[in-house]
Each structure stands twice: as structure tokens, then as C-alpha cells.
């Protein structure tokens, strides 16, 4: 298996990253009205099966990306909910989505995410009209991408098409805001569910490393359903970008990973357990991050930075 350059660790990663950007970056208008610090077209792999892949330059809310990662795998896109089980960044998006659809008491994300891993499409008619009066009648057809996809790698682990998709133009005046990671494809060999996902945008320092650790979360979850170990997850990236209000902070972060490198400081990541029980499903019906994982997360402070929307 042909991988592109790989890192041990989220913080190798970020050292790279950040330096790759901060030399080689161009400055750039962007939607927001912030402006970043922008590159295109990279791609990094991490092996997920190993350690619980969170940076230690700053923290990451594990629980929140378990609770998003939950809402999205079980379809629910209800801000309240997300904020019920801890995760509490779509917030600011809703507001700014409010606005442009004169919706203000609006509750809901639109068909974002796991709206279109689970989603019901139109498919076939009903030849025969059988209580729908017109013959013509389209009948709806549950397509549940996620049901398929692990249908396909039980029974043909080396399909092609084992890919899904939340990119769905005809949905995008509906969404609160259009997918930055928006299509994942598993691999399959010699036991090991190995995973790619893209990002067309991609925020360095707020996004990136929650990003990250779902789809470990997601690999874990179809590993645990489908009978197989966690292999490698490959990233590619389109518009990879800091925003200018970030700068400072990263710089700062690529100063903490520096210093931890000259001076070989190791601060504590959880161990991933062998069998995952937490995930007896790919939708699990609870959330309990204490049977996928063991051991101190201990990371630095984090530093605040405010989400450009």
C-alpha cells in the first residue's frame, strides 16, 4: 500500500503543517471577510490504529467530537441536540444561516453531513400507481449510505465503490453551511478497514484536528461492525488555510511542538483499546468514549480563537 508522507503523531503533523503555511503561504480574501494565510493541494496519512490521534500543542474536546460524530452517524442535525450531547460549535453557523433565510427561531442545520449519509433519495416509480393516483408517482427509496457501505464491506471488501458522500449540490441552499469534508472512501486488505477523506476547506486550527479524530472515531466504528483492525487514514486537502485572526495562535503552536521536539518533552495520549466496545455499531446507540480508550490525555492550554463565519 502506497502512502503519502506519513506522521507518527497530530503533533508532527501540526509542525509541518504550520511551517509548510507560514513560509510558503499566500495571503488571500476569503468568504468570511477575515483573510488567510492559504496553500493547495496536500495530502498526509496518520496510522489510526494505534493511539487516540488528538494533538498535545493544544487540547481537543473529545467528548464533543464523540457527541457530532454520534448526531451525524445517526442523522441528526438539530443544533439543540448537538448541544445536548456537548458539542457546541454550530452555533455561530446557525445564526449566519438564519440570517440569510429569515428563519431567526430555526433550530435546525439543514441536510448537512449525516442528513446525506442517511438520507431518504428518489429512486424508481410506482408502475402500477397503487393508492398514489398518479402511476407516474415517484416513490421514495431509503438509500442509507452508511447501511450500504458496510453492507458492501462484509460481503465485497475489494468494491470500488465503497465511498459516501455528504456533497450534494442540489441540497446546498438548504444547509446551514456546505460540507469542508465532504466524501470518504474505505480500503480494504489483509484484515485492515484503511480510510481516505478530503477537505475542499480546510481551517487549520479550529477545524483540522477535530476533523480528524471524528474520521479515527468513524474508522473505528466501521473496524468494530465489519470484523477488522484500524489501518491508515489519508487526508487530502484543497483550500488549506489559517485565518488571519489564527496566526498568532498558531505561531505560538508551532513554538510549543518546536520546544517539545529540542527538548524531547512527551506528554500523555490515550492508548486505543483492541476490540472497541463502545462501538457495537457504526450508529452507536449510546455514547461511552471510555470503552474505545484508556490512559491521560494531557495537553497544553489552549489558546482562544474566534471561528470566522
Known amino acids: 500500500m502506497v502512502l503519502p508522507t506519513c506522521f507518527n503523531t497530530v503533533d508532527d503533523l501540526y509542525y509541518d503543517l504550520i511551517d509548510n503555511l507560514l513560509d510558503n503561504g499566500v495571503n488571500s480574501a476569503d468568504r468570511t471577510g477575515v483573510g488567510t494565510r492559504r496553500l493547495f493541494g496536500l495530502s498526509f496519512c496518520l496510522d489510526a490504529g494505534k493511539k487516540l490521534l488528538v494533538p498535545t500543542f493544544k487540547p481537543v474536546n473529545i467528548k464533543a467530537v464523540m457527541a457530532e460524530f454520534w448526531c451525524f452517524t445517526n442523522g441528526i442535525t438539530d443544533v439543540d441536540e448537538l448541544k445536548k450531547f456537548g458539542c457546541n460549535w454550530w452555533e455561530a453557523n446557525l445564526q449566519d444561516a438564519n440570517k440569510r433565510w429569515g428563519t431567526p427561531n430555526n433550530r435546525n442545520l439543514g441536510p448537512v453531513y449525516g442528513a446525506q449519509w442517511v438520507k431518504p433519495y428518489i429512486c424508481g416509480t410506482d408502475v402500477e400507481g397503487q393508492g398514489y393516483g398518479d402511476p407516474g408517482y415517484q416513490v421514495p427509496v431509503w438509500t442509507d449510505q452508511?447501511?450500504?457501505?458496510?453492507?458492501?464491506?462484509?460481503?465485497?471488501?475489494?468494491?470500488?465503490?465503497?465511498?459516501?458522500?455528504?456533497?450534494?449540490?442540489?441540497?446546498?441552499?438548504?444547509?446551514?453551511?456546505?460540507?469542508?469534508?465532504?466524501?470518504?472512501?474505505?480500503?480494504?486488505?489483509?484484515?485492515y478497514l484503511h480510510l481516505m477523506w478530503h477537505m475542499r476547506s480546510c481551517d487549520v486550527i479550529l477545524g483540522l484536528p477535530h476533523d480528524i479524530l471524528f474520521h479515527q472515531f468513524l474508522m473505528m466504528a466501521l473496524?468494530?461492525?465489519?470484523?477488522?483492525?484500524?489501518?491508515y487514514m489519508t487526508v487530502t486537502l484543497g483550500d488549506t488555510h489559517i485565518y488571519n485572526n489564527a496566526m498568532e495562535a498558531a505561531?505560538?503552536?508551532?513554538?510549543?511542538?518546536?520546544?517539545?521536539?529540542?527538548?524531547?518533552?512527551?506528554?500523555?495520549?490515550?492508548?486505543?483499546?483492541?476490540?472497541?466496545?463502545?462501538?457495537k455499531s457504526v450508529c452507536p446507540s449510546m455514547?461511552?468514549?471510555?470503552?474505545?480508550?484508556?490512559?491521560?490525555?494531557?495537553?497544553?492550554?489552549?489558546?482562544?480563537?474566534?471561528?470566522?463565519?
Open 146 to 191: 452508511l447501511t450500504n457501505l458496510i453492507k458492501t464491506i462484509k460481503d465485497n471488501p475489494t468494491d470500488r465503490r465503497m465511498y459516501v458522500t455528504a456533497w450534494n449540490p442540489e441540497d446546498f441552499e438548504a444547509m446551514a453551511l456546505p460540507p469542508c469534508y465532504h466524501g470518504f472512501q474505505v480500503f480494504v486488505e489483509d484484515d
Open 223 to 231: 473496524a468494530a461492525e465489519c470484523g477488522l483492525k484500524v489501518g
Open 251 to 279: 505561531e505560538t503552536f508551532y513554538n510549543r511542538i518546536r520546544k517539545m521536539r529540542a527538548t524531547g518533552e512527551k506528554r500523555a495520549v490515550p492508548v486505543l483499546l483492541n476490540d472497541f466496545v463502545g462501538f
Open 287 to 309: 455514547l461511552d468514549h471510555h470503552a474505545l480508550f484508556e490512559g491521560d490525555y494531557d495537553p497544553m492550554d489552549n489558546i482562544k480563537v474566534q471561528m470566522a463565519v
